[in-house]
């Protein structure tokens, strides 16, 4: 089992310097399918292997392993020099555009870690490797989904180059950066020591900076390095957490720091807060996601998905334990409840369909983050259900769009009215991506629940949580209900289009839906089998579910109604002929219901559109205000963190 751990890690890496080297489209594609066939097997083999031996906690270095207390120093010291390298490429890409600040942030950072690392105030624990529930849980996200991804991104760079001929053919570098992604992600759940999480945290802020800037015009590198200066911001304070606690608590052994008294871990926990709150695009940190936008489709869907965020909130989770009743639990809860609500207001203002995922992506890592924040059983419990639901949506809306966008020349929502009849297949698997964010049974909503109950029990500020979710909750069914009106609205006349979506393509984005179907009829299982345990394992007493198996049954229904029916009725319409009585247009109608002519004669054409509100609650009017009331928020914390630290 070892060995399989370990090779989680390294065969990323591999695959990374493979693809680098492959410059053939047949290869590349071989190496793909191969090696992230491998990657999803291995994952599936850690499972496997854990469960078999049993499912308790694995740490490394073990007696007589492959991984050795003798090897570990030296590993840290291979670290310390990649992470000099990284330091080098930041600081290269900064100079030549001149973003001397950014340049100044990672260095003082990339310094301090090198100090720390050569002085010796490192001390225990520096080189543990931890696989638990929670570390699985991530691992199986990153391998499956992460690794679909890479399989998608096959057919849809090469259509991405043939329709962007002004962007320089860059593949071999983009897919060695998936990979190594890929490979930072499980190093960083893997590992149990802070300097060895931190080593993995910036490896996903330099390749995501990269992965952004992937087309290098002005727009995609000023986004690039946006994302670049506000994850190194959030990486200062991971570094300034290691110095605390190596200094001051003798040890940077995460388990060990959550295992202290409350009252002396308090700063080194607010400190992994804020960090934790940077990566996962929490307000006031919440553009460098949007930023993203501009990569191609894969590179949004990993970073919205299956990687760089969940890293966030992985960590947010990890400290849940520990968050209730400290100030940093206030601080994120009040966040990630805020973020939850404004992210929503501000998807309902965009007909923009990667934007509007952008939004809600932020928005629901809000929730998640608000239910680490409360750091009780039943809030973390639903963050756990709104994390695996959320990474297998999300990563199958994002390529869905990428898909749609090449099949119809446009990702606006307006430009998607009467796709079930013009791309039937890719509006269904829009439909079932949009469907496991909001409806029941599916295991957003359910977590939704949960958590608005879990939140008035515990009292508090977490009462305001309840209020900023139910808000949150009724502009989250506004924006999906808004686009689902398109797919579903079949203008007369319209006809089925020829897909140009690829196998890779569809393999991707078929096995994304399979995987979300089989979660919602799965759930009851995983939640009791899985989630509970974990929960247990983290030192929590007892979960309490306010959802029955009746209830359950009673969403199932539904859902299977919401689908049934309408299917039904397509079925039964098209045996049975209808005549149309034309519309009346204020003039001519040519016939197809669309077109006429004015009182004038000019040709006119009828269009009804959605109404977003970008003039009432846009992000221009209040994404400023609120974003400055965020850094009131963290300031204020970190205050009183700092006075009752010292």
Known sequence: MEFCILLLILLPFILSAAQFATRSESARRILTYA???????????VAVLWYTGGQGSVTLPAEGGLLTEAIVPFIGYGMLGVEILLLGVVLWKCISRRRFLIATLALAQTGLMVWLELTGKIHEGAGMIRLDRLSLLLCVIVGIVGSLICIFAVGYMKDYHHHHTEVADRRPFFFSMLYIFLGAMFGLVLSGSLVWIYFFWEITSVVSFLLIGYTKDDRAMHNAFRALWMNLFGGAFFAAAIAYSAMKLKTVNLQVILDRPSRTIGMVIFLLAIAALTKSAQLPFSKWLLGAMVAPTPTSALLHSATMVKAGVYLLLRLSPVLGGQVAGVMVQFIGGLTFF????????????????????????????ACAGVGTAETVWAGAILLIFHAVSKALLFQTVGAIEHAIGSRNIEDMHGLFRRQPGLASALLIGIAGMFLAPFGMLIAKWEALTAFLTAGGISVLLVILVAFGSATTMMYWTQWLIKLLSVPAGTEEESDPTTRSQWLSLSSHIGMMLLLCAAYPFYSDWFVTPMLLDMGFERVVHVLSLSDRVVMVALLAAIFLIPAGARIFAKKIHFDRSPLYMSGVNEGDHRHYEDSY??????????????????????????????????????????????
Do not use: C
């Not at 090696?35 to 083999?45: F, Y």
């Not at 404004?342 to 983050?369: E, M, P, Q």
């Not at 009432?616 to 209040?622: D, M, P």
């Open 601 to 646: 004669g000019q040709p006119k054409k009828m269009y009804l559109s959605n109404w977003y509100l970008a003039e009432v609650f846009g992000e221009q009017k209040l994404f400023t205000p609120i974003a400055w009331a965020s850094v009131v928020i963290l300031a204020i914390g970190l205050i009183v963190a700092f006075g009752g630290a010292f």
């Open 35 to 45: 090696g992230s066939g491998l990657v999803i097997a291995n994952t599936l083999a």
């Open 342 to 369: 404004v992210a929503s207001l501000f998807a309902i203002t965009h007909s923009d369909g990667k934007r509007v995922l952008a939004w809600s992506t932020v928005s629901n890592l809000g929730l998640i983050t």
